[in-house]
């Protein structure tokens, strides 16, 4: 079996798909949804379907979801012409067997041995992008694979962590296990991060310039585009999906790509060059031949206007090298918040 | 999609409560496009440690701003880079439907008269205020009557005072789904020949040339009691009023503090009354009400309190998204035009 170029880690509740559960009914109607009622988000499917049929390129789909609803999520993936490598969820009935419920909830003790596991159990690839959002401890727990991979986590700190993140034992030594098994590397080139709340992009700056906040799916493409690994042609397929949806028009498009680049996390030299890329675009060829949607050209004069409206005004600088994450302490506040949000009434 | 522009640096809490305003629009307007006009390094800095929707917000950079206390003649002569001069030039351009501004307000209102055309059928442009009243209006049981002009015309003829009429019941009708706005003269009695002969002149054209709901003069008094939801006068005697009942409404508060200071019995009074006097004071907030339009030019322009926090914007933006929305200034062409069409059939 060949190594991958790149690995693409996916979490689908509040990342590809619209997912509800605030509340008691949320979960309720979560769990009892068809395939076809669920919703993925504009320009995610696009994105994923890209990512599953690019050559060297592997998707792997992490989820808290329970094993019960694989059934109805891999229909809702195969609906929405998605294909994947791997395929994991929690096994929650388990836990329940076991007297676990600590472990229903619990998210670094479940998805950190995962990612961990996924990495140990196959050829490993040079280069990983990992795909969460802002609702659960998904920058915590990527940054921490991150740094585990990269070798910036020892063993004990590991332990702290998860007796922090209230791991059960044979959890906390099966994942110190898979920590220390797994091939290591400096790998994770990307975290993003998809703004399913509208959390404030700045809440993320501790977490260094890896990780990007997107608040759709044509930033994380842009994303992407900028990092070599999607090409012009590639992030249009992701637009154009997002500008089908009805929920997109050309404007907030251009208005996403001027918004990261105001946050310093794209280049004015890349969307230049991804203007002239665009409208180099011939109009012959499968992208083209849709007549409701915008030329290539004044797909082109959008992005480059953008650029041009903030006169180059400085971006908002970002920590090159920030601290070393203290986990411990990033662990116990997502706890303690997490008890709030419920004591509120928010799941 | 509504593109309501909105001058980031014009208030006294610029651009901070601005663009917190305009963030919050971003995420409760789902149909709007916020372009924030000022200093796109402050703006950016500034929007990252908001809740919003970045896809819903654009920033145009303006190197200069018109600060408060300058005069606005000289001012946008001097800085050319303004931002209510970009921003104003943004919707005369077509980027922009409407445009939202708590900066200096003769700067604002000159900036737009100066960018933007006329509406056909208008010779001069009214800002509009709006007053709580005892007496509540529309579908939305608006306790706020509609002034207007309170500045922008200092003397009008019976010719603007019919535009006025014309263009505030649009308004009214559209903002406050008051389908048929009552719509009175301001005057020093009730009478029709009482008043300055543009306001006679005025009440006879409103009676024989308009299907407004015309109901004739009112005096000051009937202001506050919301008699009427569309009050019509020039731009001197409304600013003149407004003023009046703005310091009117600060000396109570004044006068109820004092109390509270004074005696042990009116203290216990005001305490019993408190939680209708915070009724009061909700109801009576001016930055739930967002700000004041600018009627008469081809877009819609509002014209937000100089001191408007984050709430008083964000209810701005949602007026001019409405007013465009309901397309405020079409409704006030026809108006006029049919005024101008009624005039030309009855003339011998």
Same mark, same amino acid.
């Given at each position: ?80 012409? =998605? ?65 585990? $991979? ?8 590991? #332990? ?21 098994? #797994? ?87 890349? =969307?230049?060059?991804? #203007? ?30 953008? =650029? ?21 302490? $990033? ?17 | ?108 209102? /000159? ?23 005892? &007496? ?9 009557? /509609? ?23 649009? @308004? ?32 006879? &054209? ?63 009074? &005001? ?10 004071? *909700? ?5 739930? @009400? ?50 101008? *069409? ?7």
């Amino acid at each position: 079996m060949t190594a991958p170029r790149h690995v693409f880690r996916w979490d689908l509740d509040k990342t590809y798909l619209r997912t509800e559960f605030d509340s008691l009914g949320d979960l309720i109607k979560s769990a009892i949804e068809t395939a076809a009622d669920k919703q993925a988000y504009p320009g995610a499917t696009a994105l994923l379907r890209t990512l599953s049929t690019t050559d060297g390129y592997k998707v792997c789909i992490v989820s808290g979801s329970p094993t019960q609803m694989r059934t109805v999520l891999a229909a809702k993936l195969a609906l929405d012409g =998605v294909t994947y490598d791997e395929f994991v969820l929690k096994d929650n009935v388990r836990n329940i067997l076991r007297g676990r419920f600590r472990a229903l909830r619990a998210q670094i003790p479940y998805k950190l041995p995962a990612l961990l596991g996924s990495r140990g159990g196959s050829p490993p690839a040079p280069a990983e992008t990992l795909f969460g959002d802002d609702a659960e401890a998904d920058a915590i727990v990527y940054c921490l694979y991150a740094d585990l $991979l990269a070798g910036r986590v020892d063993q004990d700190t590991l #332990a702290r962590i998860l007796s922090s993140a209230r791991a059960y034992d044979d959890e906390a030594a099966r994942t110190l296990a898979l920590a220390r098994q #797994a091939p290591k590397g400096d790998v994770v080139r990307r975290i993003v991060i998809h703004l399913d709340r509208r959390s404030p992009p700045l809440g993320f700056r501790q977490f260094g310039p890896r990780l990007v906040p997107v608040f759709n799916y044509f930033q994380a493409a842009l994303v992407l585009f900028a990092d070599g690994v999607l090409d012009a042609r590639q992030l249009l397929f992701v637009a154009f999906e997002m500008l089908d949806s009805g929920q997109y028009h050309l404007a907030t498009l251009a208005n996403s790509l001027q918004d990261l680049m105001r946050r310093n996390r794209l280049g004015s030299d890349t =969307v230049l060059r991804l #203007a002239d890329e665009v409208g180099a675009m011939t109009t012959g060829g499968l992208l083209s031949a849709r007549p409701d949607l915008p030329p290539f050209a004044t797909i082109a004069r959008a992005f480059t206007e953008r =650029v041009r409206e903030l006169r180059g005004a400085a971006p908002v600088a970002w920590p090159t090298d920030p601290e070393p994450l203290d986990y411990v302490s $990033l662990v116990d506040h997502e706890h303690d918040h997490r008890r709030a949000r419920r004591r509120r009434g928010h799941g | 999609m509504q593109r309501i522009v909105v001058d980031a640096m014009g208030g006294d809490h610029a651009p901070e409560e601005i663009v917190k305003g305009a963030a919050e629009a971003s995420l409760a307007l789902p149909d709007a496009e916020l372009i924030l006009v000022g200093d796109a390094e402050v703006i950016g800095a500034t929007l990252p440690r908001l809740r919003h929707d970045g896809a819903r917000v654009r920033v145009h950079h303006a190197a200069q701003v018109v600060e408060m206390d300058e005069k606005p003649g000289e001012a946008l002569a001097a800085k050319p880079d303004a931002s209510i001069l970009i921003a104003a030039g943004l919707v005369a351009a077509g980027e922009g439907d409407a445009l939202v501004s708590a900066g200096n307000t003769g700067a604002s209102v /000159l900036a737009c008269a100066r960018a933007w055309k006329l509406i056909p059928g208008v010779r001069r442009a009214a800002l509009a205020s709006v007053y709580p009243t005892e &007496l509540r209006r529309g579908e939305k049981n608006d306790p706020f009557s /509609l002034i207007l002009d309170v500045g922008a015309t200092i003397d009008a003829s019976a010719e603007d005072l019919v535009t006025f009429a014309i263009m505030g019941a649009a @308004y009214a009708s559209l903002v406050s789904r008051n389908r048929r706005p009552r719509v009175a003269l301001l005057s020093n009695g009730t009478e029709a020949g009482k008043g300055p002969a543009a306001v006679v002149e005025a009440h006879q &054209l409103l009676l024989e040339a308009t299907q407004l709901n015309f109901i004739g003069n009112v005096e000051g008094l009937d202001i506050p009691r919301g008699v009427a939801d569309v009050i019509v006068c020039n731009g001197f005697v409304g600013n003149v009023v407004l003023k009046m009942l703005e310091g009117v409404s600060e000396t109570v508060v004044r006068l109820a503090r004092y109390a509270h200071k004074e005696k042990l019995t009116w203290r216990i009074g &005001l305490m019993a009354l408190s939680s209708a006097l915070a009724q009061l004071k *909700a109801v009576t907030d001016w930055q739930q @009400y967002g700000g004041a339009p600018l009627l008469g030019l081809e877009h819609p322009f509002i014209k937000a309190h100089g001191r408007s926090t984050a709430p008083a914007i964000t209810n701005a933006i949602k007026v001019a998204a409405k007013a465009s929305a309901g397309d405020l200034c079409g409704h006030i062409g026809r108006g006029l035009a049919e005024l101008s *069409a009624r005039r030309e059939g009855s003339a011998p």
